[in-house]
């Protein structure tokens, strides 16, 4: 699935600049706890997360993740998005919860991927 | 791709950047062109390290050697060192506090990653004097 898609299935505003919404990702992981990201995320290219702080987008970085999708409306402040752009990830903010997030995402084919533990 | 030793020092007093000496590593490894599985391994394990030195131990000292074979890690605190490392290592088991769990972190899985990502790995620690970890990671 394109950037793009999750976009438009989240209604997700996108928070960083110079973001290409056209990449492709090929699975997906939702957390609240960046050790388990850290442990079980394999190839998974996007983190959906109700967390905001700056270690949120150094996991995703330590995980090649392309994209970060911050839920229930959260926006993270500047710095963080200021790393996030300096390692080239894309931020979307959306209204909807962590629950529905990854349902929307699911249900249009965007799965979780192999995560179980190595 | 050449030897290359690096000197990083954890900050204890500002978890933000936490991450900043595996992020450094991280880019210098995938600039020399080392295989992205072993970069990946690397940044990972340390990153759980350096991590665990801003939270556990008020900050430390990290040693990198970089080899065409393998990337070795070194990382030394003065902090309050841990009492069982058998308890320690095992996945789960955390004294966090709950501010440290509520930035994501504490779920007691950092030394259990640490040791699944590298292809060695040593501890070793002493109540009130420290604490000092290995961890070796081969370039296959
Ligand atoms: N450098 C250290 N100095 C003192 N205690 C440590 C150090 N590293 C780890 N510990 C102790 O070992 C426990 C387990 O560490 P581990 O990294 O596995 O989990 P955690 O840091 O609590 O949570 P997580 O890594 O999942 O965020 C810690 O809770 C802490 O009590
Ligand atoms: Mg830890």
């Known amino acids: 699935m394109r950037i793009s898609?999750?976009?438009?299935?989240?209604?997700?505003?996108?928070?960083?600049?110079g973001a290409d919404t056209s990449r492709e990702v090929h699975a997906a992981c939702g957390s609240d706890m960046m050790s388990d990201v850290l442990a079980y995320v394999k190839d998974q290219g996007v983190l959906i997360t109700g967390l905001t702080n700056p270690q949120v987008v150094r996991t995703a970085s330590m995980m090649d993740m392309v994209c970060i999708v911050f839920v229930r409306g959260k926006r993270p402040d500047n710095t963080v998005l200021q790393l996030a752009e300096e390692f080239g990830i894309i931020v979307l903010a959306t209204q909807h919860t962590m629950y529905n997030t990854c349902g929307m995402l699911y249900e249009k084919g965007l799965h979780g991927g192999n995560n179980t533990a190595q | 791709m050449p030897n290359i030793h690096m000197h990083y020092v954890v900050p204890g007093d500002d978890f933000t950047r936490a991450g900043e000496a595996s992020a450094d590593l991280k880019a210098r490894l995938k600039k020399l062109g080392m295989p992205s599985d072993a970069v990946r391994k690397v940044a990972i394990a340390l990153y759980e390290g350096e991590i665990n030195l801003a939270i556990h131990a008020g900050g430390g000292e990290i040693e990198v050697q970089v080899f065409p074979d393998k990337v070795e890690m070194t990382l030394t605190d003065t902090g309050p060192g841990i009492p069982d490392i058998d308890l320690a290592m095992r996945a789960g088991w955390s004294t966090a506090p709950d501010e440290v769990r509520s930035l994501g972190f504490g779920?007691?899985?950092?030394?259990?990653?640490?040791?699944?990502?590298?292809?060695?790995?040593?501890?070793?620690?002493?109540?009130?004097?420290?604490?000092?970890?290995?961890?070796?990671v081969n370039v296959a």
């Open chain 1, 5 to 17: 898609e999750i976009i438009t299935t989240l209604g997700a505003e996108v928070l960083t600049e």
């Open chain 2, 107 to 136: 779920a007691g899985m950092g030394l259990p990653n640490m040791k699944n990502y590298a292809d060695d790995f040593e501890i070793e620690s002493e109540v009130g004097v420290g604490t000092r970890v290995f961890m070796r």
